[in-house]
């Protein structure tokens, strides 16, 4: 999910004439990105009812960006003595104090799993290669290929625009030989799903609790990036999402809002609903207003006002 508007009053504001190339109207007030934004939210219980010989107990800890940083999740997942990190920080100083908590843990972070080819999910590896310079970055071999296309650009663009904020340097993920992660004698399943909020977008299913770690493939408490116009092809991915998730799956851990249960996946499905149906009304400004309206107290409104609303109308974005 590009999340590079931030719509405050401390210092910056981004408009857009296309899903990710940007205006930056005042610069960044490098003192309002401030590390303590980054919140190490909840420590999730393991389900304990579900034991194998020789698996270990895995947890599963939350951190999340400013508004600024696009409000994105960032995932921790630990076994007694090792963990595996799902998506990483966009502004760089969050993706340092990410660094800095998850070597404060004590674990040894051995993989880091990049879900998707959208800046607030990826653009900060840098910090987190160079504090674990031993821990894989890995990805599917369509993630990759989509951060190995749309990555240069993003991060020239990023540098310009965000100044000491933006990242330092584009780390690539390595593509998985099978679609497995391993921590503490537990095996992940890697879960690709085609077309929706992104390209290509990867989630981590973790068996032992009954977890999905869904990226942007589910939102909860945010508004959606709808700007690459994928709406029909994510409802779609969100069908497939509830015939994956069956009886397997409990809790929903999103790319942006806190874990919930497979609700999320319905309240996804009725923003996108309303959004299609703000949409017919042909006008930009009414789309807004309708949406607001529904969604008074959703975070990251600019991927509503500044990416989504002006890839359906470019004109009036222009005028």
Known sequence: ??????CRSDGLTVASHNPIEMRVDRAIDLNRI?????EALERLPVNKDFHLPGVRTLTVERFTSSEAGAWSNSYLISGDSDAILFDVFMVSAEAAELARAIGKTGKTLQTVMIS??????????DAIVDRFPSARVVSTTNVVRDIQQD??????????KLGPAGPKR????????????RLGGNELEVVEFGECESKHIASVYVPPLKALLSADLVYNGAHLYVAEKHIASWLDRLDELAAFAGDGVSTIYPGHGTAGGLDLIAQTRTYLNDFAQALQTGDANAVERRMLAKYPEYHVKQFLTVFSIPAFFPAASSA
Not at 1 to 6: A, C, D, E, Q
Not at 151 to 160: A, N, Y
Not at 170 to 181: A, G, M, N, Q, Y
């Open 1 to 6: 999910m590009l999340g590079l508007r931030f």
């Open 34 to 38: 401030r590390p303590n934004h980054v």
């Open 116 to 125: 998707h080819a959208h800046p607030d999910h990826f653009m900060g590896l």
């Open 151 to 160: 990555g240069p650009w993003m991060m020239s663009m990023l540098q310009g």
């Open 170 to 181: 584009l780390v690539v993920p390595e593509p998985l030989s099978e679609p497995v992660l």
